[in-house]
C-alpha cells in the first residue's frame, strides 16, 4: 500500500505475495513488481489518449476491427469500447467452473488472441446502449493500438515506454503480451507499488507528469470520470460509478479510480491532492471492510483549501 500527497510518499506498507500461477512466494518490497490485474485498463486509457492527441484516433468512428466488417457489428464506435457499451456477449466472472469469457480469453481457448476471441463474440445489444464491463472489449481496443502503432509487439512495447511509462517515472512498468502479440491491456502490466500511483498522479494532474509535460489531451482525466453506468456493488456503502476505463467513488467528488482484482485500487483524489494505491489480495468475503478503511483514509485528509491547477 502506498500513499501519495502532494506528490510525495507519505505512508508505505508492503507484506509477503503469497505463491501464485505467476510465482513462488516472495516479500514484498518498494522494488517489487506486481500484477495489476484490471488496474490496467485505466492504462490503456491513458494509451488510447495519446493517440487521441496525436490525431490519429477518432472516438466517435467505428472501431477498426477487421472481423467486423459487412457485420452488425461494423457500428460499433471505440467510444463505445472505452464505455464498455460495445453490445457484444462477455461475462466477467473469476470463478473457476462457472461461465466466464473472461477465464476462457486468459487462460482457455482465447489465451493465444484474447482480441480475436472477444472480437468473435457476438453482438447482444445494440451498440452504446447497454453497460457489461468486459475484459474483452479492453483487449479488442489493445489491438486497435497496436495496429495504429505499428511494429508489432515491438512497436507497441516501445510506445508504451517511450511515450507514457517513461516520461510519468513508471520505470518498473512491464507491459505483458499475448502469443499474437497484442497487448493484454485488460490485465497485465507489472509495476512497482509506488509506480502504480505515479501512473494515478498523473490523472490528478490531467495528463502533466511530474516534470511539467503535458502527454494527455487537455481534460482527459474529466474524459476518463465521464459518467457511463452506476454499479450497486456491496462492496461500497454507495456503489461505484464507472466512466471511460476508470471507475469513480461517488462519495468523493471528482475522484477517480482504477479498480483490480481481490481488492487493487488506484484512487485519486484530487480536491485533496492525494493518490493512494492498494495492492494486497482481500477476498469478496472481506472486501466491504477494505472499502471502507479506504474511505475512512481518504476522508481522513482535509480538502485542499488552495485550488488545484493542472
Known amino acids: 500500500m502506498v500513499v501519495m ?18 510465482g513462488p512466494s516472495e516479500l ?30 477518432d472516438l466517435e468512428a467505428p472501431a477498426e476491427v477487421a472481423e467486423w466488417r459487412g457485420t452488425d457489428r461494423q457500428r460499433i464506435t471505440l467510444l463505445n469500447l472505452l464505455e464498455m457499451r460495445a453490445g457484444l456477449e462477455f461475462v466477467e466472472d473469476y470463478v473457476d467452473g462457472e461461465t466466464s469469457h ?9 489465451m493465444a488472441d484474447h482480441a480475436g476471441y472477444a472480437a468473435a463474440l457476438p453482438l447482444f445489444h445494440a451498440p452504446g446502449t447497454v453497460w457489461n464491463y468486459s475484459s474483452g472489449t479492453t483487449n479488442i481496443i489493445a489491438r486497435i493500438l497496436g495496429a495504429v502503432v505499428g511494429g508489432g509487439r515491438p512497436g ?19 507491459p505483458k503480451f499475448d502469443q499474437a502479440g497484442t497487448w493484454v491491456g485488460s490485465s497485465f502490466v507489472d509495476a512497482t507499488a509506488g509506480d502504480f500511483a505515479r501512473f494515478g498522479e498523473l490523472y490528478r494532474h490531467d495528463g502533466i507528469t511530474r516534470s511539467g509535460e503535458r502527454i494527455l489531451p487537455v481534460g482527459w482525466a474529466d474524459h476518463g470520470r465521464t459518467f457511463v453506468a452506476h454499479d450497486p456493488t456491496d462492496h461500497a456503502p454507495s456503489g461505484f460509478d464507472y466512466g471511460r476505463h476508470w471507475w469513480m467513488w461517488p462519495e468523493f467528488q471528482g475522484s477517480i479510480a482504477a479498480h ?51
Not at 507497441?156 to 512491464?174: I, K, Q, T
Request: overall charge negative.
Open 156 to 174: 507497441m512495447e516501445a510506445f508504451l515506454r517511450e511515450r507514457l511509462f517513461g516520461p510519468v517515472g513508471m520505470n518498473s512498468a512491464s
Open 5 to 22: 500527497h502532494r506528490g510525495e510518499i507519505v505512508a508505505e506498507r508492503y507484506g509477503t505475495q503469497p505463491e501464485t500461477i505467476f
Open 102 to 110: 473472461c477465464i476462457g480469453m486468459l487462460f482457455g481457448e482465447g
Open 260 to 310: 483490480g482484482y481481490e481488492g487493487q485500487y488506484i484512487i485519486v483524489i484530487p480536491d485533496r491532492e492525494l493518490t493512494v494505491v492498494h495492492l494486497g489480495k482481500t477476498t469478496v468475503a472481506v472486501r466491504a471492510h477494505l472499502v471502507s478503511y479506504l474511505n475512512d483514509l481518504i476522508s481522513a485528509v482535509p480538502i485542499s483549501a488552495v485550488p488545484i491547477s493542472a
Open 28 to 57: 514484498v518490497t518498494a522494488d517489487t513488481p506486481l500484477t495489476s490485474w484490471s488496474t490496467a485498463k485505466s492504462i490503456t486509457h491513458a494509451a488510447v489518449g495519446l493517440l487521441v492527441a496525436d490525431g490519429k484516433l
